[in-house]
């Protein structure tokens, strides 16, 4: 089971930059429970959204996710020079089993 | 708030095993699982599984036969025993406890993660 995620993106200070999720066999839907996490250098993740489009508690609204055609997707709305790190998503496969995306580098 | 305290940093021989603990303090926990996952130096993560407060485990695939997860739920703890090391286990190893947002098999989101245990393997 392959979840690729682009490897690296770029957006301006205060724009709006949209990472994406994709499985190699199929489309991903709202019953793969997409979530999302951050992660800085040197840090542990932290969860940013679950459930396709749940944001975790204490994140800032400019994070969304959402489907996008056959993909998950997290949406950074008004990007700021934090916001700069490492971004996983993963995707629930069945049978109690998750696989996470290879992960995008951010750079703002 | 609650913290995950794991245990702390080893180095261990190939063809051993390692077990990591991941302790639940400064509050009730009440998490519906705990969860582990690992990232080796420079890479992305890898999910390695999931012991259910409920009882029962889930693991992935590639892990199955040489990975266990056990929980004592009063104790707010979980461990996490990888067997039959290699070079490729050198790794930053994360605990998580987790909640539940429904009733499905997948309805489980990571709410506090712990800081990491880093597992060198050398000979």
């Known amino acids: 089971i392959v979840v690729t995620q682009e490897p690296s993106l770029s957006v301006s200070p205060g724009g709006t930059v949209t990472l994406t999720c994709a499985l190699r066999a199929g489309p991903i839907s709202s019953t793969f429970y997409t979530g999302w996490y951050q992660q800085t250098p040197g840090q542990p993740p932290r969860t940013l959204i679950y459930d396709t489009h749940t944001r975790a508690s204490g994140v800032p609204d400019r994070f969304s996710g959402s489907l996008v055609g056959d993909r998950a997707a997290l949406t950074i709305a008004g990007a700021q020079a934090e916001d700069e790190c490492d971004y996983y998503c993963i995707i629930y496969v069945g049978s109690g089993f998750w696989v996470f995306g290879g992960g995008t580098t951010l750079t703002v | 708030q609650v913290v995950l305290v794991q245990s702390g940093a080893e180095v261990k021989r190939p063809g051993s095993s390692v077990k990591v603990s991941c302790m639940a303090s400064g509050g009730i926990v009440s998490y519906s699982s705990f969860s582990w996952v690992r990232q080796a130096p420079g890479r992305g993560f890898e999910w390695m599984g999931r012991v259910y407060l409920t009882g029962g485990e889930s693991y992935a695939p590639d892990f199955q036969g040489r990975i266990t997860i056990t929980a004592d739920k009063s104790a707010g703890v979980s461990y996490m025993e990888l067997r039959s090391l290699t070079s490729e286990d050198m790794a930053v190893y994360y605990c998580?406890?987790?909640?539940?947002?429904?009733?499905?098999?997948?309805?489980?989101?990571?709410?506090?993660w712990g800081r990491g245990t880093f597992i060198s393997v050398s000979s």
């Open positions: 998580a406890g987790d909640r539940r947002f429904g009733s499905t098999s997948g309805s489980f989101f990571v709410d506090t």
